[in-house]
């Protein structure tokens, strides 16, 4: 047989706007990298011949034959499924070819060729086919592929022409490797001579050398990244101990400086030795990536003009070397290419001389002892932890080391001991380190323009405008700067900003300034511009304060021949200054783009030495805008003027640079005044990037965008030339044109629509007589132009990405957290993974920063905020709509209890964990109802249970009840509340001892929208309401859905037991309880009569009255956590923190004692009740005749709520005494004689506010001074 040869198959010959990645990709790797448009075009066209038939045979006439359908049906439906399958293939491998946008995939081929590197594998698949039958197997899919654009002939087979590479050419290419120290000899080797470019063999040597040397390039960038990372955290957390050792060693009481002491200094030194090596070893690493990096790119480069000059010299043949014009163009490749592989060779060099800096380094030990064991001969062991260690970042058990203090081998069980010391330490290490970047990404991400800002409303000025625009350019928006000539146009601009909670600029031109001073003011000498700019700035300033915003007072273009106009408000600015210590103006604008670049530097920088001591910006502008606006005429320059030079941006940089930091600079880049089309000049934004690289690469910038740069003539432009020119570092937008037609529009549209009304002072179509001065009012008409004026400037702020920037209590950039993401901030802080962390959040510390004024235990107040509604069944005679009162009381308290705190108070805070005896006593006054009583104590801390008594004597209503809340974290947060309410009332005219109970379940609640980052509470599940009487209720919740619905959606029904059913309810319920609900007869999907529909926005609140703070127990809730509370609100976070831990420090003690003395901690209202109907009748006479009968009713009701009969599927989980510390009811007797102080046996030690005896708890070590703070709470 004859021999096979290889069958050569040329790579893609097709221009196309991005990168080959594939000529033939398998039919494997073309469905795999299928994009979800793909399939979703792919579905329509599979199911568009079955539903064509089906349609059709819906509407055939009923005579016509229908059998020949299902046939047909089924042969569309395979066609279907063919073709959308074929499409499917199509659009993917027309973004292997490079024909379609393919970045996605290029990035996927990266991380594939990358892996099967490592694996050992070939990059495209075994293949079984010989040389010859891979090249015609390529052949045949590649030629309908590039030749038709069509569906391909589907690519079954692995063959190794995928990028067009012989398979001779694919072996001798792998005697060069880019990146092989072998080859340090050919480093300076010219490209050309080592790789023979003049022969196509040699050219596809060159390409696949440079395509797997961008394999390597990666491996390496992803390798030491890792790498780079690793030391950023070892350097964090050696800096973070090394504080904290410090700390302890300079804060402990040496008697003398002896050998101990100077032990532990050198320990110090030897660790901060170990943490600045880390610090710099970090730095070479970066260094060494930022090398890579350009490397790569430099590659990727190199590759592409290799490719296409393989693609020509095998498209042209031996005719390309022949014709004397592509002999030069070919020399001319030559060079660009020996010069990219030199560039690149020395960056090589660079790179490796990094690594060889990094790797000379070494490390030296930074070990900390973690724990002390002392085994049974005494011996002391110890448990210590390298930050060096692997193991350690590893999270393993392998991260401890064990050490004898003799150095003997060690007894197991100490190991094992010491072992689990150190990977505690480990872990908790880890947690807290990776955790505190969380933290302050949550924060950062909170933050808002005002948080930068000293002065957050009004005009501001010097480094409040600096901050403005610094956080713009990090924030991605820039601040529209409007043109203003009026009072009118002004507060339409400023309207717009304060309805959008947006920073703006307002500034006047020299000739908006002459018309703000009127058009009768003489301006020879621009005597009617400064004196209408020092008008207009003054009344901005006065009134820009009211909308409550930040403004940048600015004027435009001052062209050479008006300078004497910017002369005169300079000369304002100064005497300003005298007086207020600012200027009058934030800034100015200078513009001399007219004028020579040496002229417009010049001049530019003696006006802003001028300004810097005001601290006052300047705005100057090189490369002319076109088109003509207030007199400065650029209409007829030519096109290349509008496109600013890098090397100029970059002058002007290190000029204005060395005389303030308060410049911005206005590059041109086809930018034109007016709406009229600009010739054949286009903007090109890109520009910017390459003067802020080029400023940052010879200044060697910090930040990549150095300069603050400015957008002229943005009137007309689209939103992605706006949204690039800010990514490049635009800060400041100017709008006119537009404005100026939107302010027209709104006057034009209101006199045409009432042309009939303004053509005479009286007589209209409503009549001769009727008068027209409400239409001709200048008010009315001119209200009309700010309007639509206004509304333009809000499309701006939208399209600049300046709405809702700022941070404000109504219209806050970023809605404040939560109480649930508060709880996310409380796990952070201290050092839980919730990545990780499934479990109860109650054994949660919250830490200061992130605290309430309020402790939980004055939460049971929330029931009774409305107490109209409270008292209201015991008005109702009918016991059907009694029962319905009380479910509406009952949907009503859910807005106060669940989503009111952060209306009240602006934000959701973490309220303060009661602790064990905390009271919370008040009570409501109100001339119609009487008081009503409110006590509430917090009877269990392990768990947290609070327990509560409202009660009215005079109405005969009171509700007592108790809960506790079980939190827990898996993929989110879910809150289960345990215990119930019951509210026992006196029907009106019943007879003496008569009375109506109610059992009321608890909601459980979870966190709805964690993963998108805006979090709130959803209730879940169900609560029930089961009366005496024998009517139940129940709350069914429902959060919003993927495509309909809304968020906090209940459905309430109410039917009496075994006369009516859930599915057929008296009446119902339904909306939002955190908004509004109606109720109506019948259920809530019939069409009874809609009994009320009541919004609890508008219901009216009850105020709660308690005791001054100096007349409180110290027992009581806001007497205890008095200095707690004050320290949160003076925002001073260490005493916050030393008095929190002072009461906590405190309560622990006590505990302790208790369980010392084997005695239980006696509580001042509430005592516990059987929580088993049998044992009733036993306690009747310890808890009274009256409680045991309530308490049957109670557990009666609870049978009710816990049978299937009663209330389907959707059963209560029953009274769980055992999670709650049994049942908890107040204690009338307990209750009659309980006066203050409460526990005086305990009194103030119970706080820590003084210290027992053996000082077993006092204060906690703190930087706050405590020896001088008050006794008492008394301001």
């Known amino acids: 047989m004859a021999q096979e040869h290889p069958i050569l198959i040329p790579p893609k010959r097709l221009e196309t706007d991005y990168p080959v990645i594939d000529t033939d990709p398998h039919i494997k790797r073309a469905f795999k990298y299928a994009r979800r448009e793909d399939w979703v075009v792919g579905t329509g066209v599979a199911a568009f011949g079955p539903l064509f038939m089906l349609t059709l045979e819906r509407f055939t006439p009923s005579f016509a034959s229908k059998g020949t359908f299902p046939p047909i049906l089924r042969l569309s439906s395979a066609m279907g499924v063919l073709a959308g399958l074929g499409i499917v293939y199509q659009r993917s491998c027309l973004r292997f070819y490079g024909f379609t946008e393919n970045k996605r995939e290029e990035e996927m081929d990266m991380r594939e060729m990358v892996d099967k590197v490592k694996r050992g594998e070939p990059l495209y698949g075994e293949s079984s086919l010989t040389p010859y039958l891979q090249g015609v197997a390529a052949r045949n899919s590649r030629y309908s592929s590039l030749m038709f654009q069509i569906v391909p002939w589907v690519n079954l087979a692995n063959h190794n022409q995928v990028m067009g590479m012989t398979v001779s050419g694919e072996s001798k290419a792998m005697a060069i490797k880019f990146f092989d120290d072998s080859q340090e000899n050919d480093s300076t080797t010219p490209a050309s001579a080592l790789f023979q470019l003049s022969t196509v063999e040699g050219v596809g040597m060159l390409v696949e050398v440079l395509a797997s040397a961008q394999i390597e390039a990666q491996e390496a960038i992803a390798k030491y990244t890792a790498e780079q990372q690793l030391y950023l955290r070892k350097v964090e957390l050696g800096r973070h101990m090394l504080h904290t050792i410090a700390g302890c060693v300079d804060g402990t009481d040496w008697t003398d400086n002896g050998p101990e002491y100077q032990e532990h200094w050198n320990h110090i030194k030897i660790k901060a030795v170990s943490v600045k090596l880390m610090a710099t070893k970090e730095i070479i690493l970066q260094h060494y990536l930022i090398a890579m990096q350009d490397v790569l790119a430099g590659l990727k480069s190199l590759e592409k003009i290799a490719r296409k000059l393989l693609a020509t010299q095998e498209e042209q043949g031996e005719e390309y070397f022949k014709d004397s014009l592509c002999q030069t163009i070919h020399a001319v490749t030559l060079k660009v290419i020996d010069d990219c592989w030199n560039t690149l060779q020395t960056g090589r060099l660079t790179a490796k001389q990094k690594l060889t800096d990094y790797a000379s380094l070494g490390d030296v030990p930074f070990e900390v002892v973690v724990g002390t064991v002392t085994g049974p001969d005494g011996q002391v062991w110890r448990a210590k932890v390298d930050l060096h260690d692997a193991s350690f970042w590893q999270n393993r058990v392998a991260g401890g080391q064990v050490a004898a203090a003799d150095e003997r081998s060690s007894q197991d069980h100490v190991a094992e001991a010491i072992t689990g010391d150190s990977r505690s330490f480990e872990e908790n290490c880890l947690l807290q380190l990776s955790l505190q970047h969380r933290y302050r990404a949550i924060q950062a991400a909170d933050m808002g323009v005002k948080d930068v800002l000293s002065r957050k409303e009004g005009v501001i000025v010097g480094d409040d405008v600096l901050a403005l625009f610094k956080y713009a350019q990090e924030h991605q928006f820039a601040i529209p700067a409007i043109n203003v000539t009026s009072s009118s146009t002004a507060v339409a601009a400023l309207e717009a900003a304060r309805d959008n909670n947006a920073p703006i600029i307002l500034q006047t031109s020299q000739g908006g300034a002459a018309y703000f001073a009127g058009k009768g003011v003489k301006n020879d000498q621009q005597q009617a511009s400064i004196a209408g700019g020092i008008a207009a700035a003054h009344y901005i300033r006065s009134i820009a304060p009211t909308y409550g915003i930040p403004v940048v007072l600015h004027t435009d273009h001052c062209a050479k021949k008006l300078l004497p106009w910017l002369d005169g408000l300079l000369d304002a600015d100064e005497e300003y200054f005298k007086k207020h210590g600012e200027p009058l103006f934030s800034s100015h604008m200078i513009d001399l783009s007219e004028e020579s670049v040496d002229y417009n530097i010049e001049t530019t920088a003696k006006y802003l030495q001028r300004s810097a001591p005001m601290k006052q910006w300047l705005e100057m502008e090189i490369g002319i805008t076109g088109g003509e606006e207030d007199g400065v005429n650029n209409e007829s320059v030519d096109n290349n003027a509008l496109y600013t030079q890098p090397e100029d941006i970059h002058r002007i940089y290190t000029t204005l640079k060395k005389i303030s930091p308060y410049f911005s600079i206005a590059a041109g880049f086809g930018n034109v005044h007016g709406v009229y089309k600009p010739g054949n000049v286009k903007l090109h934004p890109e520009l910017l990037d390459k003067h802020q690289k080029y400023v940052t690469e010879k200044e060697k910038t910090d930040s990549d965008k150095p300069v603050f740069l400015v957008f002229h003539g943005g009137s007309g432009s689209t939103k992605k030339e706006y949204s690039d020119a800010i990514s490049y570092g635009v800060v400041k937008v100017n709008l006119d044109t537009d404005l100026q037609w939107a302010y027209l529009s709104g006057i034009r549209d209101y006199i045409l629509n009432k042309k009939d009304y303004l053509m005479q002072q009286v007589g209209n179509p409503d009549g001769d007589d009727k008068p027209n001065k409400k239409y001709f009012d200048p008010r009315v008409w001119v209200r009309e132009g700010e309007k639509t004026m206004s509304a333009r400037v809000a499309e701006g702020l939208k399209d600049f990405n300046t709405a809702n920037q700022l941070q404000d209590d109504g219209r806050s950039r ?462």
């Open 814 to 1275: 970023r809605r404040r957290r939560t109480e649930p993401e508060q709880e996310l901030l409380v796990v952070i802080s201290e050092g839980t993974s919730i990545a990780s962390f499934s479990g109860d959040l109650a054994s949660l510390t919250a830490p200061a920063f992130i605290l309430s004024t309020q402790s939980l235990v004055e939460f049971s107040a929330y029931w009774t905020e409305n107490l109209p509604l409270f008292i209201a069944p015991t008005q109702e005679p009918d016991p059907g709509l009694r029962a319905l009162l009380v479910l509406k009381w009952v949907i009503n308290t859910l807005k106060q209890q669940y989503c009111s705190r952060s209306e009240k108070l602006g934000s959701e805070k973490k309220p303060l964990n009661p602790f064990l005896g905390e009271l919370f006593l008040g009570h409501w006054d109100d001339e119609r109802f009487g008081r009503t009583r409110l006590i509430s104590e917090q009877v269990s801390h392990h768990p947290p249970v609070t327990a509560y008594s409202i009660k009215n004597d005079k109405h005969g209503i009171q509700l007592q009840g108790y809960n506790g809340q079980k939190a827990s974290f898996s993929s989110t947060i879910h809150v289960k509340q345990l215990g119930h309410a019951l509210l026992t009332l006196t029907p009106p005219g019943a007879a003496a001892g008569v009375t109506e109970t109610y059992l009321i379940t608890l909601p459980e609640l979870h966190i709805e929208s964690l993963i998108y980052g805006t979090p709130f509470v959803e209730l879940s599940k169900h609560m029930h309401i089961a009366s005496s009487t024998g009517y139940i209720g129940k709350i069914d919740f429902a959060g919003r859905g993927w495509i309909s619905g809304k968020k906090n959606s209940f459905t309430a029904t109410l039917w009496k037991d075994g006369d009516g059913s859930e599915s057929k309810p008296l009446y119902s319920a339904h909306g939002q309880w955190s908004g509004d609900f109606k109720l109506r007869e019948g259920g809530p999907k019939s069409h009874g009569r809609e009994i009320e529909s009541f919004s609890p926005a508008n219901s009216p609140l009850s105020h709660l009255t308690v005791a001054p703070i100096e007349q409180q127990d110290v027992f009581e809730s806001r007497r205890a956590w008095f200095h707690v509370a004050n320290s949160i609100e003076q925002g001073d976070l260490d005493k916050t923190a030393h008095f929190k831990s002072r009461i906590e420090h405190a309560q622990r003690a006590l505990r302790k004692k208790e369980q010392e003395e084997n005695r239980e901690w006696e509580r001042a209202f509430f005592t516990t009740v059987p929580a088993e109907p049998g044992a009733l009748a036993a306690a009747r006479k310890s808890i009274g005749a009256a409680a045991a009968d309530r308490e049957k009713v109670f557990h009666r009701l609870a049978a009710v709520l816990t049978s299937h009969a009663s209330v389907g599927s959707g059963t209560w989980d029953g009274i769980a005494a055992d999670k709650t510390n049994g049942v908890w009811r107040l204690d009338e007797h307990k209750a009659a004689s309980a006066a203050p102080p409460f526990h005086p046996d305990v009194g103030s030690l119970a706080i820590g506010e003084s210290a027992d005896d053996g000082g077993t708890i006092s204060a906690t070590a703190s930087r706050v001074t405590t020896a001088t703070d008050p006794a008492s709470p008394t301001k």
